[in-house]
């Protein structure tokens, strides 16, 4: 089965109902049950259930007693995470596939105006790993992140403004260019920003262009990254992403947000190398070719 044209913004889970009746994470239990689910009894019919979820819908798979590998093999919208929270929560956040399609147009876009002004910037954080890992953007990361040194021979001028409305491209909330400030699609419903952070700092010398899915992408020197270091920002930032913002929200970084966050890393570590496969199986469904 294909299945990256098939990965939805809505996600439908299934799992058995004595994982929940006996799960003592509140946390996670909370997610679940306010996600879409039905939870699986010895009464229940599978096949009914997955027949009744609308086709806009991923079905994720987890903590399932029985076999499901001819689930797998005759609905081309399911993934079985097994027993694996890792899997289950990046599964849970990964980008629908035509987001992450407009996702790349966005950011080819922005940077060619960029180019076309000698306007010097670079890309930093989950943006650069994701360039620097897979030449791509990282499928669970819901915004690019790109730096831009607020000089006065570097600035952003009224000009820049005009190219991004002719793209269809506008500024969240219409903030000032000369502070930090959000691009987006004005006219889709794409939930992907571009976060652009403007430095008032002196601009490095140099920079380096690395190929992001099919056009270059600039980003500041750096050596290639290790798996060690890939771990390092994955977990820090990624794998409890969508389980941790329904209890952040606009509080993302209240004391109870922070809480929940350290409480889930904290119980639930992992070896990054025994995901190298997953993680590059991930990277192969949202191939753009």
């Known amino acids: 089965m294909q299945w990256n044209k098939y990965i939805y913004s809505e996600k439908f889970i299934i ?8 799960l003592k994470d509140k946390y996670l239990h909370h997610f679940i049950q306010g996600s879409f689910h039905h ?5 229940s019919n599978i096949k ?3 027949d009744s979820v609308e086709k806009n819908f991923s ?3 987890f903590n399932l007693s029985e076999d499901t590998k001819w689930i797998q093999n005759n609905y081309a919208n399911v993934f079985d995470c097994g027993t694996d929270l890792n899997i289950f929560s990046i599964e849970m956040s990964l980008i629908p596939y035509k987001e992450y399609v407009l996702a790349h147009q966005l950011f080819q876009s922005v940077t060619k105006i960029l180019n ?7 890309a930093c954080g989950g943006t650069k790993i994701g360039i620097l890992r897979n030449k791509t953007i990282l499928p669970w990361d819901w915004d690019i992140d790109l730096t831009i040194m607020n000089t006065k021979e570097n600035s952003l001028t009224s000009e820049f403004k005009t190219q991004l409305t002719e793209q269809g491209i506008s500024i969240l909330d219409g903030k000032p260019l000369k502070k930090d400030f959000k691009l987006y ?20 010398d140099v920079t380096e262009k690395h190929l992001c899915g099919t056009y270059d992408v600039k980003i500041n020197p750096s050596s290639a990254l290790i798996w060690n270091e890939w771990q390092e920002y994955i977990e820090s930032a990624y794998f409890y992403c969508c389980l941790v913002y329904n209890y952040m929200g606009n509080e993302k970084y209240s004391k109870e947000g922070v809480k929940v ?5 904290h ?9 190298k496969d997953y993680l590059d199986s991930v990277f192969h469904r949202y191939n753009l070719n």
């Open 59 to 61: 079905i994720i798979l």
């Open 261 to 265: 966050y350290e409480e889930l890393t």
């Open 15 to 22: 799992c058995d109902q004595k994982y929940i009746d006996h």
């Open 39 to 43: 939870f699986i009894t010895s009464d």
């Open 185 to 204: 699609y004005k006219n889709t419903k794409l939930k992907f920003y571009m976060d652009m952070i403007c430095m008032g700092k002196k601009d490095i």
């Open 116 to 122: 076309k002004y000698d306007v010097h910037y670079y």
């Open 48 to 50: 009914q259930v997955l």
């Open 267 to 275: 119980t639930n570590r992992f070896k990054i190398i025994d995901y």
